[in-house]
Nanobody, 115 residues
């Protein structure tokens, strides 16, 4: 059973930056496309960014293109999300999981963008 542990969230002012990390257990991490998701209060969970197994291909939600960068380190079973120029509407709990057929969800990490 793969487990995901997200970290790096916090409170940041609009225009600020945060870097999220995802640690994954299990030997199949490097063979699966991965993604960052987020869920804001009262809203459904949405896919924010995804990355191919080898890391060569990435995709982003239109609203975060040019501001967020997803990356992964298969040797460390880790994935990252660098978030720049943050906006209040980026406030949400952020989760990592497989891009297709997500497994069990971790606790997530809270990102709050507010002045």
């Amino acid at each position: 059973q793969v487990q995901f542990v997200e970290s790096g969230g916090g409170l940041v002012q609009p225009g600020g930056s945060l870097g999220l990390s995802c640690a994954a257990s299990g030997s199949i991490f490097s063979s699966r496309a991965m993604a960052w998701y987020r869920q804001a209060p009262g809203k459904e969970r949405e896919l924010v960014a995804s990355i191919s197994p080898g890391g060569s291909s990435t995709n982003y939600l239109d609203s975060v293109k040019g501001r967020f960068t997803i990356s992964r380190d298969n040797a460390k079973n880790a994935m990252y999300l660098q978030m720049n120029s943050l906006k209040p509407e980026d406030t949400a709990v952020y989760y990592c999981n497989y891009r297709v057929r997500p497994g069990s969800w971790g606790q997530g990490t809270q990102v709050t963008v507010s002045s």
